[in-house]
């Protein structure tokens, strides 16, 4: 059944509901009873709470720094057993391109033979290799695991430089290639008066070359013949002599292709005229002079 208590509501008090279970002492059950119960808030003593149980599980955020420091560590270890695993040590060194070199003075101008594949310095050997008097380029490659390949590309002969009775083969820069050797005739020969002897990258006189190598290019259109030599003389600068026998004196290598302009203009007007020369001097630019 259910009892009610009819009082005056205390200020603070709330009212609760409390439903009994427990059979009553007699024998005989007795019909449930729905009781109200007054609890006063912030009266008494309330019950201590229950200890809070210390968890020793991980936070997330330490996990995460536990798993990077791992991840950290292993490539650590991978990066050191890879630098120092013989698998990845430069074992082979392949040369491509060389005519008049030797493919052991490459390796050893490269200087990587035993280096680690991932620290091998390639400039420093690609500076080592383009400082040899033959090489006029160089590229470098890794080929992995263990060899490295180079390709040289060496001077390419140009003409032939004659001093003191000895054939020089030079490139176009004017670079001793080879001595005793001579290229093919018509190809560019420069006598030279000075005294002495060359050795393989040495360098003869630049203006000498250039200067050459203009004549040979402009001449036969400008005159309409060809070149029979250019000579280097101390003291005159170039020399030029032609099929025909002409000779004309460039001095220095500037403004060749305007020197060879007057060349052609007195040489029309010599025809026109009846003049007959055999030397032309055209170290002064615009005041040639006919012998």
């Known amino acids: 059944m259910i009892i009610r208590r009819n009082r005056n509501p205390r200020p603070g008090v709330v009212r609760t509901i409390v439903r009994r279970s427990r059979p009553v002492v007699g024998g005989e059950a007795a019909p449930r009873q729905i009781v109200r119960r007054e609890r006063v808030i912030g009266v008494g003593v309330v019950p201590a709470a229950a200890p809070r149980r210390r968890s020793f599980l991980p936070s997330r955020r330490a996990l995460f720094a536990l798993s990077f420091a791992a991840v950290l560590a292993a490539l650590f270890a991978g990066g050191a057993w890879l630098y120092r695993s013989p698998y990845f040590r430069v074992e082979t060194v392949e040369v491509v391109g060389l005519e008049r070199m030797s ?22 050997a690609q500076r080592n290799i383009y400082a040899l008097p033959l090489v006029a380029a160089v590229h470098i ?21 004659e001093q003191a009775g000895v054939d020089y083969l030079i490139d176009r820069e004017g670079v001793v290639i080879a001595v005793g050797e001579r290229l093919e005739p018509g190809a560019p020969a420069i006598r030279s008066s000075e005294p002495g002897s060359r050795l393989v990258g040495d360098r003869v006189d630049y203006q000498a070359v250039d200067a050459a190598a203009e004549i040979y290019e402009l001449l036969p259109r400008q005159l309409g013949t060809t070149v029979s030599e250019v000579a280097f003389i101390k003291g005159k600068g170039v020399q030029v002599t032609t099929a025909d026998g002409q000779i004309a004196l460039f001095g220095d290598s500037s403004s060749i292709a305007y020197k060879l302009a007057v060349w052609a203009a007195l040489a029309a007007e010599a025809r026109e005229r009846h003049i007959s020369y055999t030397t032309i001097d055209l170290r002064y630019g615009n005041r040639p002079v006919l012998q």
Not at 115 to 121: H, W
């Open 103 to 124: 493919d052991r003075t490459v390796v050893e101008a490269a200087a990587v033979l035993g280096d680690s594949m991932f620290t091998a310095d390639l400039a420093a």
């Open 141 to 161: 490659e890794r080929e992995w695991p263990s060899s490295i390949r180079i390709v040289v590309e060496e001077r390419r002969p140009w003409g032939t430089w």
